[in-house]
């Protein structure tokens, strides 16, 4: 199944600075027609090749999954805490 920009616009926005600029090296991989502005960087979705859509997709899935992982992994630590504090979870 092909990746589609529409798909991936959603989920880019619930990206951070940090890994949009992630997004923007994988773009620049691909093609150097963007155009930078005081607001952001703007690319066509139309000239993107299906693999850039591809990796893109597969670093998203990565950071959507290592938030996740961190998220279970403060939960735990923050039900550590409260039993070595109080001896109760």
Known sequence: MSVTAEKLLPLLEKLEQNEHE????IVRKYTSD???????????SKNLPQECLEEMERYITFCF???????????D???YEKLAKTGKV
Do not use: E
């Open 22 to 25: 992630q997004i923007f090296k």
């Open 65 to 75: 999954d290592q938030r996740t992982l961190l998220d279970a992994r403060d939960a």
């Open 34 to 44: 963007f155009t930078r502005s005081d607001t952001g960087v703007y690319i066509s």
């Open 77 to 79: 630590r923050s039900k």
